[in-house]
């Protein structure tokens, strides 16, 4: 097939880019069900082939902040007015999440508190669950999945949404300040090695959930340049595959950070640009993957309450299958009703 530039590429709407975003949630579940169903100390098979360097849910949300840095920035180039920029990005984020965070709290979870429904209505930690709205992560509700095996995490992957949304803030900074250029974008580099190596040190100086930030962040930076430079970047199947060999050699060698950084973002564009390109089709896979993110907000809780359902711990493959099929159903349901036709 003959290569073509990322910039054609990200102007066409036949593509398989939701068809990734679709893999990359099912791949959430998949990395959390060995968590959920067998307890902390289980990981998935990717976590166990990379020394433990990053799994299945760390490659998953890389994809997903890469894409989002891609075409966030595309958007920005196109019309990088404020209002609209905020308005695009609030239509896409929230309206979502409040949906699926006021079921959990005010239909799900009353069913499953080992509290009576007086003691949970008026326990102030159920109100405080909320502050999730205001992008402040809280992953326990009263009573509420206490028997798992896991512990009463209600939705751990929704922290990555403050990221999101963080991230949201920064690039639009970086825009504003013209940095978004090719001549001005080493200002872009150096801020967000700056930033990162803040978030590093903080890490290491015990500072709860900052190293988990640092891999979508710089996933992010990562997309913006993409961007910038999508005229003068090919995609190209026979590079593609030499970069899914550097990848997984990176896995192996203990490298997650490493390879996603430098392997995976050229592997991505390919993935969702150059098979679809002539494709017109609307693929069933291409179809639910436009519910990949409402399917990525059920994922944590089905998770647990499934596991809930069959006493606090269970057959991790038997979580997996019956979380996938929930979780598509629910996410379709969410972004029908919230997605204006």
């Avoid at 989002?68 to 958007?75: I, Q, Y």
């Avoid at 690039?171 to 978004?180: D, H, I, K, P, S």
Wanted: charged share 15%; with cysteine.
């Amino acid at each position: 097939m003959e290569a073509y530039y990322l910039s054609e590429a990200v102007k066409t709407r036949e593509n398989n880019l939701n068809t990734v975003k679709l893999a990359a949630a099912l791949l959430v579940i998949v990395s959390h069900a060995y968590g959920f169903a067998a307890g902390y100390e289980k990981t998935d098979w990717l976590s166990l082939l990379s020394g433990h360097s990053g799994d299945f849910g760390a490659l998953a949300v890389n994809t997903f902040f890469f894409y989002s840095g891609l075409l966030v920035s595309a958007s920005l180039f196109r019309n990088g007015g404020v209002k609209r920029y905020v308005k695009r990005r609030a239509q896409r984020i929230y309206p979502p999440f409040l949906i699926v965070t006021l079921l959990i709290v005010f239909v799900a979870a009353p069913f499953v508190t080992t509290l009576s429904l007086p003691r949970y209505f008026t326990d102030i930690n159920t109100y405080r669950y909320l502050e999730n709205l205001l992008f402040i992560t809280r992953h326990d509700l009263p009573g509420v999945f206490t028997e798992n095996i896991y512990g009463m995490s209600v939705n751990g992957p929704i922290w990555t949404i403050r990221v999101e949304v963080f991230c949201y803030i920064i690039g639009y900074v970086f825009y504003r300040l013209g940095w978004m250029k090719k001549k001005k974008i080493k200002y872009v580099l150096i801020s967000s090695l700056i930033l990162v190596g803040m978030m590093g040190y903080g890490a290491y100086n015990g500072i709860e959930g900052l190293s988990a930030v640092i891999m979508p962040v710089s996933m992010y930076v990562v997309g913006m340049f993409y961007m910038v430079f999508a005229d003068k970047l090919k995609l190209d199947l026979r590079i593609a595959y030499c970069a899914v060999t550097g990848l997984i050699l990176s896995f192996l060698l203990r490298g997650f950070l490493f390879g996603c950084i430098v392997f995976l973002p050229y592997i991505l564009c390919c993935a969702a640009f150059i098979q679809g390109q002539n494709d017109k089709r609307k693929t069933l896979l291409n179809k639910m993957g436009a519910w990949s993110y409402e399917i990525y907000l059920w994922g944590g809780f089905v998770g647990q309450m499934i596991v809930h359902m069959f006493g606090g711990n269970m057959n991790i493959s038997l979580n997996i299958l019956l979380t996938i099929p929930v979780c598509i159903v629910l996410g379709w349901a969410t972004n029908r009703l919230t997605t204006q036709n």
